[in-house]
């Protein structure tokens, strides 16, 4: 290669193209986006009967099978630190804990390097002066994506606005 092309070539375009900046929302009805590809996945999911009871449970095999392409390459992965609010209740909690350790475990065994981020801190670097509610980050994740509007027009794609907004934040800050 001529060295007036290396010149003209920008080192870092190639190098940002070939990084992956995985966000994940480890919620039942959390998502994992992927930049730059612009990529959503809803967080595989299945509904399990047991007695009288309908019970949603993360089906791992799945949640594998949506991250196993980017393992080894220059990828980083930002999941949301989760923690207890009191109007939870234990149940809940603990569900929203399996999720979050399933999902640790996966990029462990994949060897994808993991940033834990509250949501207080992607929140306060992306949505300033935005409010707190939860439609706020899919107004904002809009506002960043339009491209993206068939998959967070409705409400209940809250899961997908978070997964895209932590997935921003890892690519803007970490």
Do not use: C, N
Not at 4 to 11: F, G, N, R, S, T
Not at 125 to 151: F, I, N, S, T
């Amino acid at each position: 290669m001529e060295l007036k092309a290396l010149i003209e070539d920008d080192p870092f375009a190639e190098l940002q193209q070939r990084r992956k900046f995985i966000g994940i929302d480890p919620g039942l009805t959390g998502a994992v986006a992927i930049l730059p590809d612009g990529l959503l996945f809803d967080t595989p999911i299945a509904e399990v009967r047991r007695g009288k009871r309908t019970k949603r449970v993360y089906l791992e095999t799945q949640m594998a099978a949506i991250l196993r392409p980017y393992a080894g390459g220059q990828t980083y992965a930002f999941l949301e630190a989760v923690h207890a609010m009191p109007e939870q209740g234990v149940a809940s909690m603990f569900g929203f804990g399996e999720g979050f350790g399933s999902w640790k475990g996966i990029l462990a065994a994949l060897e994808i390097p993991v940033t834990m981020v509250t949501p207080q801190a992607w929140k306060k670097a992306l949505m300033p002066g935005m409010g707190r509610e939860k439609d706020a980050a899919r107004v904002r994740a809009l506002q960043l994506y339009p491209q993206l509007a068939p998959l967070l027009k409705l409400k209940r794609d809250i899961g997908r606005a978070d997964a895209l907004l932590i997935a921003e934040y890892g690519r803007r800050f970490g």
